[in-house]
């Protein structure tokens, strides 16, 4: 389930939860109860299929410096997760059928969209991991399609300034996809997985980790000057910068097993980002 990972599928939702709540209309809490289980059995099923994925196709082999891989390392029979992203799915889709009732087609439209995804990250005949896509892929649904897609699911609208906040939220998230890739660069380029990281090379992936953490207050200043009403926007983004920074270095000091701490490091600064936005958001 690679837990280290889930809080990237709660935080969006937090700060979509908040945009709703500033909003006039009033908020259901079943629905929000809803989409973060959906939010978290989503995540939890891209991992399965991963961990499925990469030991079917060889890319997990005993050379990894990474945690271990269920399905690799014979801890798990292939049927077996197989068997469990079967199950996973099927509960992403009950948990979300309430939600493509109340959000009508377009959220269903979504809602197929992120199934399939889920399942094509790793597999499938283009997996979008082994093709520089995955960062790309978690941006679109971890920030566009969570922050967007949460605020119309909870306010029948897509409200303003929510495209910043879910730019805001999805580029740090991306950087939990980069330091998996990065931690990874020597055993996927044997195995043609040709992740991001594999493609730009190592120093540029540090070029790029740095930008994913400190560009949502560039963001944050442009939709200030647009509004000026969400001054706060900018001071929340400020006060990310000192530990953006310091995983900044952690990042670019990390080699091999290393990075396993700051795969998890990376994932707590962007639930704790998203917390200090929704404040900001609370507050403007």
């Not at 990474?66 to 014979?74: M, V």
């Not at 979300?96 to 087609?105: M, Q, S, T």
């Not at 005949?125 to 967007?148: H, Q």
């Not at 409200?159 to 999805?170: D, E, F, K, N, R």
Request: charged share 10%; proline share 6%.
């Amino acid at each position: 389930m690679r837990p280290k990972t889930l809080p990237a599928a709660v935080a969006p939702l937090l700060v979509a939860i908040a945009l709703s709540v500033q909003s006039p209309y009033p908020v259901s809490l079943p629905l929000v109860i809803l989409a973060m289980l959906c939010s978290l059995t989503l995540q939890i099923l891209v991992n399965f299929a991963n961990d499925y994925s990469d030991a079917k196709s060889g890319v997990d082999t005993d050379k990894r410096v990474g945690p271990t891989r269920a399905t690799q390392s014979g801890l798990i029979a292939e049927q077996q997760m197989f068997r469990a992203i079967c199950i996973t799915a099927t509960l992403a889709i009950c948990f979300g059928l309430p939600l493509v009732i109340a959000g009508g087609v377009y959220l269903a439209v979504v809602g197929v969209l992120c199934v399939i995804a889920a399942l094509a990250y790793s597999g499938g005949p283009f997996p979008l991991a082994s093709n520089a896509l995955g960062e790309i892929t978690v941006f679109v649904f971890f920030g566009l399609v969570a922050v967007v897609g949460g605020t119309y699911l909870f306010t029948g609208l897509v409200l303003p300034h929510v495209w910043y906040m879910a730019t805001i939220c999805g580029l740090p998230i991306s950087a939990i996809m980069l330091v998996n890739n990065t931690r990874d660069i020597q055993t996927d380029a044997l195995a043609n997985k040709n992740t991001l990281s594999v493609r730009v090379g190592r120093s540029m992936a540090n070029r790029i980790f740095l930008a994913l953490l400190t560009m949502p207050l560039l963001v944050a200043l442009v939709a200030w000057l647009q509004s000026p009403a969400l001054w706060t926007w900018p001071i929340a983004s400020a006060l990310t910068l000192p530990f953006a920074l310091r995983l900044s270095r952690a990042f670019n000091a990390a080699n091999g097993a290393s990075f396993n701490p700051l795969l998890g490091q990376t994932s707590q600064f962007c639930l704790w980002t998203s917390i200090l936005y929704s404040c900001a958001i609370l507050i403007a």
